[in-house]
């Protein structure tokens, strides 16, 4: 997927850009369809897009709807101090690929 910022060509699962951090994603606020960020309608409902379903945003995808990678990311990461005993705040916890393959038992 180009980014519509700088044209960098991203993989199509990013939901920002790798060179300048520009969103490539739109979450819609009605369904949670994963439109890209230059669409005007949503793939999946045709609903308008908006500045609100800009991937990020507080409260930009309707209940229900799959969550967006950010948060899914978050709870790994947690789940993943955790599993190593990074319990101490503001300690830097380093999580390797090992940590996540024991995480999901792979």
Not at 42 to 56: D, H, I, P, S, T
Not at 67 to 74: A, I, K, R, V, Y
Not at 92 to 98: L, N
Request: hydrophobic residues 35%.
């Amino acid at each position: 997927m180009n980014c519509p910022s700088c044209r960098h060509v991203n993989a199509p699962d990013r939901n920002f850009c790798g060179a300048c951090g520009a969103p490539l994603a739109a979450y819609c606020t009605r369904c949670g369809f994963r439109n890209r960020a230059a669409d005007r309608y949503c793939g999946g409902c045709g609903r308008a897009l908006g500045e609100a379903a800009a991937v990020g945003e507080e409260g930009a995808v309707a209940p229900g709807a799959p969550t967006p990678p950010q948060d899914e990311l978050g709870e790994l990461l947690a789940a993943a101090q955790e599993a190593v005993g990074g319990d101490a705040e503001g300690e830097d916890v380093r999580v390797t690929q090992d940590d996540i393959d024991r995480l999901f038992g792979d």
